[in-house]
């Protein structure tokens, strides 16, 4: 896998997940990894429709936690570490839980919660650093995703329109 979608916060927004998910397939995303706050199952299930391997973690808001789990059973607790096109992911749902040690061995950390864009380049050791806003718009009113690059470890944030 080259190219992986980045996707967090949609908060129910099920308009927006749509959007995102076409844009990311249409960009040529092969996996999508969501960070959590799908916040019900039936938002989730837009989510699924992603053509391509799936890796997501519960964020603050997913108070349906069985029902989303029934949804899609590897559903994760964060912070956890996804070895994706020889890759080391090391996600959680805020910044806040990402272990120290992961900026260590990780090629790049990626969170949401903020509903906050966050893109600080891989350089040297440190691993990239990425939050790719809110796919929602609630907050900000500027939904976006992010593709990252597996093979190079840069991410581009996309707007979702």
Same mark, same amino acid.
């Given at each position: 896998?080259?190219?992986? $979608?980045?996707?967090?916060?949609?908060?129910?927004?099920?308009?927006?997940?749509?959007? $995102?998910?076409?844009?990311?397939?249409?960009?040529?995303?092969?996996? %999508?990894?969501?960070?959590?706050?799908?916040?019900?199952?039936? $938002?989730?299930?837009?989510?699924?429709?992603?053509?391509?391997?799936?890796?997501?973690?519960?964020?603050?808001?997913?108070?349906?936690?069985?029902?989303?789990?029934?949804?899609?059973?590897?559903?994760?607790?964060?912070?956890?570490?996804?070895?994706?096109?020889?890759?080391? %992911?090391?996600? $959680?749902?805020?910044?806040?839980?990402?272990?120290?040690?992961?900026?260590?061995?990780?090629?790049?950390?990626?969170?949401?919660?903020?509903?906050?864009?966050?893109?600080?380049?891989?350089?040297?050791?440190?691993?990239?650093?990425?939050?790719?806003?809110?796919?929602?718009?609630?907050?900000?009113?500027?939904?976006?995703?992010?593709?990252?690059?597996?093979?190079?470890?840069?991410?581009?944030?996309?707007?979702?329109?």
């Amino acid at each position: 896998m080259k190219k992986l $979608a980045i996707l967090s916060d949609t908060h129910d927004h099920l308009d927006r997940i749509a959007k $995102a998910v076409a844009l990311l397939q249409g960009r040529g995303a092969e996996g %999508l990894l969501h960070l959590g706050d799908f916040v019900a199952p039936f $938002a989730m299930k837009l989510v699924i429709k992603f053509n391509g391997p799936l890796y997501m973690i519960y964020g603050n808001n997913d108070g349906e936690k069985s029902g989303l789990k029934k949804l899609f059973p590897e559903l994760k607790d964060g912070p956890c570490v996804f070895e994706i096109g020889n890759r080391k %992911l090391g996600v $959680a749902h805020s910044v806040e839980e990402i272990p120290q040690e992961y900026r260590g061995f990780c090629d790049g950390v990626l969170y949401g919660h903020s509903h906050t864009r966050v893109h600080i380049p891989k350089d040297g050791a440190r691993p990239l650093e990425l939050n790719p806003g809110e796919g929602c718009g609630w907050l900000t009113g500027k939904p976006s995703c992010a593709m990252l690059d597996l093979e190079t470890m840069t991410a581009e944030i996309l707007e979702i329109e």
